[in-house]
């Protein structure tokens, strides 16, 4: 099986039995025709279709080393500056079409899948098994272009203490059993985005673990069909309403579902299993085996998509009513230019500076994209803000569709109205802009980068520690030192 299409994304979807818990309701199929999903389900399936659109086929699909088959781009190993470039380039067609708004688009995780399985020596170490599993399913999701959830953190019950220790280490999920044909997990974890659609879910080591005997049963990664026994969401409330597109033009097509994920004694078969009970192993899952710099370049790219998004809709909002010649507004303007620059710049140093690691994986350089994964949750945040000054009343008179088309057609055309468009023009880039920075929607997306990478005063200590400061040291003692 080649890349899908949209149709066979679909089709896939109706075959699948996920159990969903959402709004006082359990789905246990059907998730392609339910109202909460299935506008961002049509957006996923018009991404597939983008695989074999002629304008994006040859930079969304690249040559499968075993099948001879078109297969997505976001599964190639790099060898080659090429072949960076061409990652880039599939990351970005996918992203323009949703404006950088959907954060869990398939390249995210096949790329994490992509370096894991080049390095399946590093989980050799501890079970030669461990290494065959990882490049074997890494060749399935590649082969049948599966869909891939995740899930990282223990729930959020007492941030005093450990996930692992939270109700004496009854909550977050942990192996309770070990069987000669795998593991029993049982517990619960968040947050799985996509989960009600996709098609297979990846359980991932996140939080450092200690080593100690206590962290062994939290000490695992492997891989599950999104509709296993035993495995259970619980969706939070739906931020697209079932309202026309005018309405809630971003809702209405990229509302990523998050979900609370329930292990009631999930059966894992061992061949499903990458890591179990090796504390070092997980703590080294993302470092050692590159998977982290693959998935920030994805992101990188993902979020330049959404910053020109947001320079041409700030641009669009300026222009209509009139005010770029405001030295103030013009400010805030080139703090998105200068946004969009730095992470066009991070990107390309970072494959300028590329270098083949140990595992014959063609490495874009971490420093810069470390840099902008830093900066960016915190950048964003400026966005939402600078629409909301610029748009300031106007975002509050915002009619509907049936408005604009209804008794009160020739008022909204008469009274709102800017300098640049008629009323019913008006309207509906307002309620854009309204999408984008005051809806529901849109804090979901600012809280979503906030945190996308995690808690960013944590990152910013990991950054410090990380980052080699003795040559700058060195030049200043230098200078002290001089006669």
Not at 68 to 77: I, L
Not at 364 to 375: C, D, I, K, S, V
Not at 389 to 395: M, T, V
Request: glycine share 6%; hydrophobic share 40%; with cysteine.
């Amino acid at each position: 099986m080649a890349a899908r299409s949209g149709k066979e994304f679909l089709e896939r979807l109706a075959a699948s039995r996920p159990t969903i818990h959402i709004q006082g309701e359990t789905l246990t199929g059907g998730v392609q025709d339910h109202p909460a999903f299935r506008n961002v389900v049509r957006t996923y399936s018009e991404l597939y279709d983008l695989q074999h659109d002629s304008a994006h086929k040859d930079v969304l699909t690249y040559t499968s080393p075993t099948s001879n088959e078109p297969v997505g781009t976001s599964f190639m190993v790099p060898k080659t500056p090429e072949d960076l470039a061409k990652r880039r380039a599939a990351f970005k067609t996918w992203a323009d079409h949703s404006l950088g708004m959907l954060g869990r688009t398939g390249d995210y995780m096949n790329s994490s899948l992509m370096a894991l399985a080049s390095a399946a020596d590093w989980f050799a170490q501890s079970n030669p098994d461990f290494g065959e599993n990882i490049r074997r399913y890494y060749e399935k999701v590649r082969e049948e272009d599966l869909l891939c959830t995740h899930t990282l953190i223990p729930p959020q019950v007492n941030r005093a203490v450990a996930g692992t220790e939270q109700a004496g280490g009854k909550l977050a999920a942990r192996i309770v059993k070990e069987d000669d044909n795998g593991v029993v997990i049982r517990g619960a974890r968040m947050l799985a985005t996509i989960a009600p659609f996709a098609d297979e879910m990846l359980v991932f080591p996140s939080t450092v673990l200690r080593g100690t005997p206590e962290d062994k049963p939290y000490s695992y990664a492997f891989a599950i069909p999104n509709d296993t026994p035993g495995l259970r969401y619980i969706a939070r409330e739906p931020l697209d309403y079932d309202r026309p597109r005018h309405d809630h033009p971003l809702a209405s097509r990229f509302e990523e579902s998050d979900c609370v994920v329930v292990f009631d004694n999930v059966h894992v078969p061992y061949e499903r299993c990458f890591a179990l009970g090796d504390a070092e192993l997980c703590n080294g899952f993302y470092s050692q085996t590159s998977s982290v710099v693959h998935m920030t370049h994805q992101v990188v790219t993902r979020t330049t998509a959404k910053t020109e998004y947001i320079l041409g809709l700030v641009s669009l909002l300026t222009e209509a009513i009139g005010i770029e010649q405001f030295q103030h507004v013009q400010e805030d303007i080139a703090e998105i230019i200068a946004t969009l620059e730095m992470l066009r710049a991070f990107l390309r140093a970072a494959e300028a500076d590329a270098v083949v690691n140990e595992y014959g994986v063609l490495t874009p350089a971490f420093a810069p994209l470390n840099a902008a994964r830093n900066l960016y949750p915190k950048l964003y945040q400026r966005f939402p803000q600078i629409l909301r000054k610029l748009g300031a009343s106007g975002l509050m008179a915002t009619p509907t569709e049936l408005d604009v088309t209804g008794p009160a057609s020739a008022d909204i055309e008469a009274y709102l109205q800017s300098a640049a468009l008629s009323g019913a023009e008006r309207v509906k880039l307002f309620r854009l802009v309204w999408d984008t920075c005051i809806s529901a929607f849109s804090s979901r997306q600012a809280l979503y980068e906030y945190y996308f990478f995690g808690d960013p005063v944590r990152m910013a200590g990991a950054y410090v520690k990380s980052y080699d400061r003795e040559p700058y040291k060195a030049k200043v003692h230098a200078f002290l030192d001089r006669a």
